[in-house]
């Protein structure tokens, strides 16, 4: 069967070769990687441009492809969310061959009909993959989203600090609140009785969390994978002015995507409380952390996106228990 994930290749109008591109930088006195590719700016430009790459490699969770001067070959290792296969074992991948000059829709597998352009391909794609770092190839699945990845800050670190303005971070890059306790305090101030927004998000309508003022309330917004929404809403109205508006999380323990209790405060009064009872152990999805605004899709259906805070945010600080 033609393999799914063959079409990307066709639609992606640029080409690993650096040599098109400047040369590296220096920022703040560190010298900067050259970026890969070409520019596709002339495909703007003239629906007639001709084609920017000549060669292209493809690969996510082992499955890989190679794109090369009208060919291209690729094999299917596995689908990334499947956890019912042995893992390794890439030399008993099977590698498929189309001519896309000739066969633009890759309904005729040409593998064993040119097997030597075939091994020829497949050396290309070596050549790439050892050239822009691909290998070791990783297809653990949810076992790779979950492992230890690498931050800017000390992964010890238990408290962070940030400011309006902090948008659109990855999710990796962000204080990982999941499988544990934790707190997130923020210093707030309303100017009006109608200001209203986000204070932090997480992710994204696949699954987040949320800490936003809705009808001069707090509100907190867990969304498990939209399968189980939980809603803790403040039984009292924030004053006018400047206030602190916590959010505690007692984790349950006992492994990870567990349970817990949820806890609401303004000025360190108990103003709502309730229970998560399932949460995400790895992955919210791939939207993006910020504060003041919910920048990618919404956390909650109670809002539309980005709901930008209205009143002023000094800080939102978080603490890993």
Do not use: C
């Not at 050396?123 to 770092?133: L, M, Q, S, T, V």
């Not at 919210?284 to 980005?306: H, M, Q, R």
Request: charged share 25%; aromatic share 12%.
């Amino acid at each position: 069967m033609r393999s799914q994930f063959v079409h990307l290749i066709d639609v992606l109008p640029t080409v690993l070769d650096a040599s098109h591109l400047p040369a590296p930088k220096t920022v703040d006195g560190v010298e900067q990687k050259p970026m890969d590719g070409v520019s596709f700016l002339s495909t703007f430009t003239d629906k007639n441009a001709k084609p920017v790459r000549t060669r292209q490699y493809f690969e996510i969770f082992s499955n890989r492809a190679i794109y090369d001067n009208g060919w291209v070959a690729a094999t299917q290792h596995t689908f990334p969310w499947r956890q019912d296969f042995a893992p390794g074992n890439w030399d008993k991948d099977k590698w498929e061959l189309y001519n896309i000059d000739e066969d633009y829709s890759e309904s005729v597998d040409l593998a064993k009909k040119y097997p030597e352009k075939l091994k020829e391909l497949q050396a290309i794609f070596d050549e790439e993959a050892k050239k822009y770092n691909v290998y070791p190839l990783d297809d653990r699945g949810t076992g790779r989203l979950i492992s230890p990845k690498p931050t800017p800050s000390d992964p010890k670190r238990k408290h962070f600090t940030f400011y309006a303005g902090a948008t659109r971070l990855a999710e990796t890059a962000s204080p990982n609140t999941k499988n544990k306790s934790h707190s997130i305090t923020a210093e707030i101030e309303l100017k009006s009785k109608s200001d209203s927004g986000i204070i932090v998000a997480s992710g994204g309508s696949s699954a987040g969390f949320a800490l936003y003022v809705q009808n001069g309330k707090p509100v907190y917004h867990y969304n498990y994978f939209d399968d189980a929404r939980y809603v803790i809403t403040s039984k009292e109205s924030l004053p006018i002015g400047k206030s602190t508006v916590r959010f505690d999380f007692a984790y349950d323990g006992g492994g990870t995507g567990k349970g817990g209790t949820g806890k609401l405060y303004i000025n360190d009064k108990l103003v709502g409380e309730g229970r998560i009872d399932k949460t995400v152990a790895a992955r919210f999805g791939i939207d993006t952390f910020g504060i003041g605004e919910d920048s990618g899709s919404p956390v909650a259906k109670s809002y539309k996106a980005p709901f930008k805070f209205t009143g002023i945010i000094d800080k939102v600080e978080i603490d890993l228990k």
